[in-house]
Structure formats: structure tokens, C-alpha cells
């Protein structure tokens, strides 16, 4: 499955995916049975390959959201949109998440004005995002991601400023604004066993 892990390069013919749908090696194209427990397994790897994110990560997000009131799984989706590196990407910033990731390390992002370094960092309603262009020349770097990411579907939930390089969020994200397959309540499955 396509996971747009490899920034423009996923929305192109040339994504890997689209040449070849079967696992690399000798035996890939061997059809393989999988338990409930292969499937769940299977869909949470996938989500944490998605955003990023590491098994302990995962799992801190994942007891958030369980404590959190309302469905567990769209709280944990939820919070998972909400990171600044996923932000970046969604606004458009950045290519794929990985290069979000860096912009926030090199401190090239400011959130409501101030300087971030943790791409983790959850961004609230009302929270405004802004590039700072003048750090290590990303003013040409973001222009051209802008245009290479244009005809990438827009978030409803993020209002952007082109000429000032920012993103108001405007209300919270739903799973809908996600835009891929994801099956939430096999992950809660699996942490609930």
C-alpha cells in the first residue's frame, strides 16, 4: 500500500508502488495468510511508518487517547495530525513528513511566533505556523516545495498564507481531512488485548 513516504515522488508514475505491487525478493509474490492478529499488527506499523514514529512514541500517544474524552481512535489519529512536522507537510512546506522533521530540527519554524526544535510538538486550534525564510536560504527551498506540492490536495483545516509563509489552524482535524485508508479500531484492538 501506498504510503507517501517518499515525498512528490508518490503522487508521480514513478512511485515504486505503482511499478511493482508485491514485497522485493524471491519469494514477494507468494500470497500469504494473516491472522486478526497479523492485521492489526500490519495496520499499526503501517500508521507509525506514516507518521514517523517510534513504537514507545506510538504507544504514549496511544494511553493519551484513551484517556482522552471521545473515540479512541480519532483521538489517536487526531493527535498524530496534529504534530508540527506532519503540519508542515499538510500545509505544504514540506514534501513528506521526513523533510518537515528537518525543517523543525534546524529551527526554521515558529509557532505563534516563537522557535520550535520538536517536530512531536502537538499544535492547538488558533496556533499559527510560519517559516522562518531567512534561516539557511529556505526561502527558495519552500517556494519550490509549494510548487512541486500545488496539486496535492488542500486541508480543510489549516488556512494558508503563501506570500507570508504561515498557517493558521483553524479547528481540530477529523478523519476525513486524512484522506487515507486507514482502519483505527484494528490498532485499538490490538492495544486492548
Avoid at 514477494?28 to 495468510?33: E, H, S
Wanted: with cysteine; hydrophobic share 35%; charged share 30%.
Amino acid at each position: 500500500m501506498k504510503l507517501f513516504l517518499k515525498g512528490t515522488k508518490c503522487y508521480t508514475a514513478k512511485c515504486p508502488i505503482e511499478k511493482r505491487a508485491f514485497p522485493p525478493g524471491q519469494h514477494g509474490q507468494l500470497r500469504v495468510k494473516l491472522s486478526d492478529y497479523g492485521i492489526q499488527l500490519r495496520e499499526k506499523q503501517k500508521v507509525k511508518r506514516m507518521y514517523g514514529v517510534l513504537e514507545r512514541q506510538f504507544k504514549r500517544y496511544f494511553s493519551i487517547a484513551q484517556k482522552v474524552k471521545g473515540v479512541t481512535g480519532q483521538m489517536l489519529l487526531e493527535m498524530l495530525e496534529r504534530r508540527l512536522d506532519n503540519v508542515l507537510y499538510r500545509i505544504g512546506f514540506a514534501t513528506s513528513r521526513r523533510e518537515g522533521r528537518e525543517m523543525v530540527r534546524h529551527r526554521a519554524v515558529t509557532v505563534n511566533g516563537k522557535p520550535v526544535d520538536i517536530p512531536s510538538y502537538l499544535v492547538k486550534v488558533g496556533d499559527v505556523v510560519q517559516v522562518v525564510a531567512q534561516r539557511h536560504g529556505q526561502a527558495a527551498r519552500i517556494k519550490e516545495n509549494l510548487e512541486r506540492t500545488k496539486d496535492r490536495p488542500a486541508t480543510a483545516w489549516i488556512q494558508l498564507d503563501v506570500e507570508q509563509l504561515k498557517g493558521a489552524i483553524i479547528r481540530v482535524p477529523s478523519k476525513e481531512d486524512i484522506g487515507l485508508p486507514i482502519q483505527e479500531q484494528l490498532i485499538v484492538e490490538l492495544y486492548s488485548k
